[in-house]
């Protein structure tokens, strides 16, 4: 549980990426608890920040639970939660995140994109992927709810 795959990835990390059930991410926390404040060789992400980005709304709420200073801090390319959460398009953790008390929704991060931005990116790649793919209406307009400003600054 300490240590690291070929790809500096912890089992935590990993776990998370293969949408592993919130139980079992529980006991890898339990058996390594220094795991949620190490990022991954791959992207300097922390578990909290793949979470957002493809994990499901109950993994981010736990791991946010442990790591509450996370909230509102960026990683090393000024990326925040929020900025995770639309870059992997994931709604219901973008919903979740725009309850919270944060400020990271007019943070631009060192790519100069807001989350909007990722957010739309990411809904514009999936064009074409099957009938599937999720209603992102409501998403854009809770973003766009929480920052005007995003029309004026796009």
Not at 38 to 50: A, R, Y
Not at 72 to 101: F, Q, S
């Given at each position: 549980?300490?240590?690291?795959?070929?790809?500096?990835?912890?089992?935590?990390?990993?776990?998370?990426?293969?949408?592993?059930?919130?139980?079992?991410?529980?006991?890898l926390i339990?058996?390594?608890?220094?795991?949620?404040?190490?990022?991954?060789?791959?992207?300097?992400?922390?578990?909290?920040?793949?979470?957002?980005?493809?994990?499901?709304?109950?993994i981010v709420?736990?791991?946010?639970?442990?790591?509450?200073?996370r909230l509102?801090?960026?990683?090393?390319?000024?990326?925040?939660?929020?900025?995770?959460?639309?870059?992997?398009?994931?709604?219901?953790?973008?919903?979740?995140?725009?309850?919270?008390?944060?400020?990271?929704?007019?943070?631009?991060?060192?790519?100069?994109?807001?989350?909007?931005?990722?957010?739309?990116?990411?809904?514009?790649?999936?064009?074409?992927?099957?009938?599937?793919?999720?209603?992102?209406?409501?998403?854009?307009?809770?973003?766009?709810?929480?920052?005007?400003?995003?029309?004026?600054?796009?």
């Open positions: 549980m300490r240590t690291t795959d070929s790809k500096g990835s912890l089992p935590l990390h990993n776990a998370i990426r293969d949408g592993t059930p919130l139980g079992t991410i529980k006991l339990k058996g390594n608890p220094n795991a949620i404040d190490i990022p991954d060789d791959i992207n300097g992400m922390l578990p909290l920040d793949i979470a957002s980005e493809v994990g499901t709304v109950g709420k736990y791991l946010a639970e442990l790591s509450l200073d509102n801090t960026c990683d090393m390319n000024n990326n925040y939660l929020l900025h995770h959460a639309c870059r992997g398009g994931n709604c219901e953790v973008i919903l979740y995140l725009l309850e919270t008390p944060m400020s990271s929704v007019s943070e631009r991060n060192d790519d100069d994109m807001l989350p909007i931005h990722l957010f739309c990116k990411f809904v514009n790649e999936q064009e074409g992927e099957g009938d599937d793919k999720p209603d992102y209406t409501e998403t854009i307009w809770r973003l766009l709810t929480a920052y005007p400003e995003t029309v004026m600054n796009w």
